[in-house]
């Protein structure tokens, strides 16, 4: 017995939903390989990152504000890229850009921030 749908088709056989259900199955073994590859790359990032070191930047109280301050947000690598591109007034610039994004530097923080990228970071 075939049964007939409302705008003239026929019902699909039992063919049919077994097809679409190995489709489906395919689809979700594909859908789960594709998030465990991202999910790997993601920790293998992540953990490259953990152990790269503070870019031999010398000690003091730039590099402290600049850690505590700046690597809630962002690698250090953001900011050490940046080697010989900016000069005083640029990076003083940007750290008084990233305060007001809400970045836990203090107005007597500013300039000794901005002294230490300039020094050990700023464009020569």
């Known amino acids: 017995m075939t049964f007939v ?11 049919t939903f077994a097809r679409l259900s190995q489709q489906g199955s395919r689809m979700r073994w594909v859908i789960v390989g594709v998030v465990g ?7 293998a990032g992540s953990g490259a990152r953990a152990a790269a070191p503070d870019d031999d930047l010398p000690e003091g109280e730039g590099k402290k504000i600049l850690v505590a ?3 809630s ?19 003083r610039d940007i750290v008084v850009t990233m305060m007001e994004y809400g970045a836990d530097v203090n ?15 700023g464009r020569q």
């Open 37 to 43: 590859v991202v999910v790997t790359m993601m920790f």
């Open 5 to 15: 749908g409302c705008d003239g088709t026929s019902a699909p056989s039992n063919r």
């Open 107 to 121: 107005e007597r923080q500013v300039d000794v921030l901005t002294d230490y990228l300039t020094q050990h970071l």
């Open 73 to 91: 947000c962002h690698d250090l690598t953001e900011v050490t890229k940046f080697r010989g591109y900016y000069d005083r007034k640029q990076w």
């Open 69 to 71: 301050s700046c690597t």
